[in-house]
């Protein structure tokens, strides 16, 4: 492995060389690469320059930081204070009012070009834009300014996806997301309530390691945690397919982890990894659905925060089972060469004793006759 | 004799035609019509727009009819019945056509369709059962099987236009196995399982009545509509599931089919596609009752019948004696 690492990176980073490859091959597992690509994440981390990252809450309710927070691998406080620069997060940071706006425009203009701009929370656009204002400026008019000069931007959560919870029909504010306010770079989305850390974080680290974004889908997710269904690894997909489900909360197929699509349950139409990955590093079943809480498709535009929690899914993409019976099922196998010779045998003796029986029939009647006619002639 | 074959022949189609007549002529105006449907009568609606094809109404029926799964499959894991059958009561089918890509589309499309019991509002089965096994509830409708009565005879199996009866045919023991809407979960106070399992309400329980003008408002509805569908039991607990209407094909299968039955079906592809064939409105049990008790309706037509064949007995013997007195019989054959 190529990385130097000295002790100055042991005291930066608060972990042994072990512990620091382990993360960087954690990393680069979680989004399907391999292993040498986690030397490449290990050689950017120990880069001695930190990227700037600028983190704008808008109309959010911090989840998004909450469950950053809760990232083990790295936690955050490594990711903030040692893998990037975070030069400004309102949850997070120390400084406020005036300074901090301040210290924010500082860091864009001296990181222009260069810095990620990470947003959280939908942009209102009713009224001017008046319903989300930070140090006097609209919500709007503050992602325009940072934007203009990001190297990347990621818009962490549902809401700066596509405007989330705040953007539910009627939508007051008139809210939408930031692909609706930046048009003139890619934007990735992480959309979810929250969203899964690792899924950030991932994006984050591959943007440092091979400076682009992962691939992305029509819709801005990172294809490698946005591109399968919910239903597709749920791990109470068998019960769906075998037709056991849940048919209310606690009853006995609740309590033996039966399918919860009856109750409600979004995977068949929510994108999103949240089965493979799970959440809090606390162990298998970490999920809603784990838990046995239909999924409300946080992930998805009009199935999140739209649809009722107990309304039934689509099912999106629905393919004909293989395994099913057609309308008219031949069933059984033709005869076989044994039953056939079998079957001739009996047919050819039936007839053969049959047109004895008749000849012979023919035959004594005739005889008799003759026999009287004999008698008489005598 | 050359006449008298001539005369038999003759006397035959003049005896049987007129005895048929005799017979026939008052038998007919008292032949039945179909029979009326029950007013309180239970029954199922099903939507095949609405079907996912989960399996959960096969899983539930085996469960609530303490059936043993059907393996069809080179790996016996899965219950895979290809068909009704003395082990499966209802059975998911489905109809594909080429790249299968729509669902409840008839070309390049799917479909799923539930086979079951269709409880005929005049039933074959019951009409053929000589030992009245088979029997239709005067109540519900529900057509059930007494296999303390049955005896094997399977006219009920032949008799069926939805060849839905079964015999089991591997047991030592058999029995008729069909669907009898649960009838036993109902003393417990719940209704077809199928029904009660089904997560978007494509199986609905109810009474026939209010099943038909469900099936009457989801054909008035425009294709892609939002409406509000019924789940488990018509009118029941359950709360409803909001969709968009399929296009339907604008027929209620099981309305008029047969003299109508208690389970009726909606599709989005036609149904002779779905292996539910057009059938006459005039029940088959109907027709042949008609003619049954016509042939016998106060043992005119056997008692005509015996008197034409004693009549033409009666001729031939005084034929015969006549003959033998007119000249012998000719040497049959040549002299050895």
């Known amino acids: 492995m190529s990385i130097t690492w000295g002790r100055e990176s042991a005291a930066r980073l608060g972990m042994s060389r072990r512990e620091f490859l382990g993360f960087c091959t954690a990393m680069a597992a979680s989004m399907g690469l391999s292993a040498v690509a986690g030397e490449a994440m290990a050689e950017a981390i120990l880069a001695p320059r930190r990227p700037a990252v600028i983190w704008l809450a808008l109309q959010e309710c911090t989840g998004c930081t909450e469950s950053m927070l809760r990232a083990e691998h790295p936690t955050l406080e490594k990711l903030i204070l040692e893998i990037i620069s975070l030069d400004y997060n309102e949850a997070l940071m120390a400084g406020a009012g005036h300074q901090a706006e301040a210290a924010r425009r500082a860091s864009m203009a001296a990181n222009h070009g260069k810095y990620v701009l990470v947003l959280e929370g939908a942009i209102p656009e009713k009224d001017g834009g008046i319903y989300c204002k930070i140090g006097g400026q609209t919500a709007k008019a503050m992602v325009l300014e940072a934007a203009a000069g990001a190297a990347a931007v990621i818009a962490i959560g549902s809401c700066a996806s596509w405007g989330g919870m705040p953007s539910t029909p009627p939508n007051p504010t008139g809210c939408v997301g930031a692909p609706s306010i930046i048009k003139d770079k890619p934007v990735v989305t992480i959309p979810g309530c929250p969203p899964n850390p690792y899924n950030f974080l991932s994006t ?4 440092l390691t091979f400076g682009k974004l992962p691939e992305l889908d029509h819709l801005g997710r990172p294809k490698f945690a946005y591109s399968r269904l919910i239903h597709e690894n749920c791990e109470r997909r068998a019960h769906f397919d075998n037709g056991r489900f849940a048919m209310e909360f606690g009853d006995a197929g609740h309590r033996a982890g039966y399918c919860l699509y009856r109750l409600g349950c979004k995977g068949p139409e929510t994108y999103a990894n949240c089965p493979s990955i799970l959440f809090g590093d606390v162990g298998s079943g970490s999920w809603p659905v784990g838990t046995g809480h239909p999924c409300i498709g946080c992930t998805e535009q009009h199935v999140g925060f739209e649809k009722p929690i107990h309304a039934l899914a689509a099912l999106a993409g629905q393919t004909p089972p293989a395994t099913y ?18 079957l001739v045998a009996v047919a050819a003796a039936a007839a053969g004793g049959g047109g004895m029986v008749m000849h012979n029939i023919g035959k004594r009647e005739a005889e008799s006759e003759r026999d009287t006619r004999r008698e008489e002639g005598k | 004799m050359t006449s008298t074959r001539r005369e038999f022949l003759r006397d035959t189609l003049v005896g049987g035609g007129s005895a048929l007549a005799a017979g026939l002529l008052p038998a007919i105006a008292s032949g039945r019509d179909n029979l009326p449907r029950i007013p309180t009568a239970r029954g199922l609606l099903y939507d095949s727009t609405l079907c996912i094809g989960c399996k959960a109404c096969m899983a539930a029926c085996k469960q609530a009819n303490d059936l043993p799964p059907e393996h069809t ?3 016996p894991y899965w219950d895979t019945p290809l068909d009704l059958s003395g082990k499966t009561k209802t059975v998911i089918k489905m109809y594909r056509d080429g790249t299968a890509a729509v669902k409840d589309r008839e070309v390049d499309g799917f479909a799923f369709i539930k086979a079951s019991c269709m409880h005929c509002v005049d039933p074959s089965c019951v009409s053929v059962c000589p030992v009245s096994a088979m029997r239709k509830d005067p109540g519900s409708g529900i057509v059930t099987n007494n296999p303390d009565v049955c005896i094997g005879c399977r006219y009920c199996v032949a008799a069926c236009p939805f060849k839905v009866p079964r015999f089991e045919y591997d047991t030592p023991f058999p029995r008729i196995k069909k669907c009898e809407l649960c009838e036993h979960r109902m003393a417990k106070g719940h209704y077809a399982a199928c029904a009660a399992v089904c997560p978007t309400g494509a199986t609905l329980y109810g009474q026939v009545e209010d099943l038909l003008r469900e099936a009457k408002r989801r054909l008035s509805l425009s294709p892609g509509e939002e409406t509000r569908f019924p789940r488990g039991e018509l009118g029941g607990a359950d709360h409803d599931v909001r969709a968009h209407t399929a296009r339907y094909v604008p027929q209620i299968y099981g309305e008029s089919e047969m003299g109508g039955t208690q389970m009726i079906f909606l599709a989005g592809v036609p149904f002779a596609k779905l292996g539910y064939r057009p059938l006459p409105t005039r029940s088959y ?34 034929n015969h004696t006549l003959l033998d007195e007119e000249d012998q019989p000719e040497p049959a054959g040549e002299q050895p």
Do not use: K
């Not at chain 1, 984050?204 to 943007?207: A, I, L, N």
């Not at chain 1, 057609?326 to 056939?340: F, H, K, P, W, Y």
């Not at chain 2, 042949?288 to 013997?317: C, D, K, N, W």
């Open chain 2, 73 to 75: 499959l080179a790996e």
């Open chain 2, 285 to 318: 049990a109907s027709v042949s009752e008609t003619l049954q008790h016509s042939l016998y309706e106060g043992m005119v037509m056997p008692i005509a019948a015996l008197a034409g064949l004693s009549f033409l007995a009666y001729r031939s013997r005084v």
């Open chain 1, 325 to 342: 019976p057609r309308i008219v099922e031949e069933q059984g196998q033709g005869a076989t060469l044994a039953s056939a010779g079998v």
């Open chain 1, 204 to 207: 984050v680290v591959h943007f």
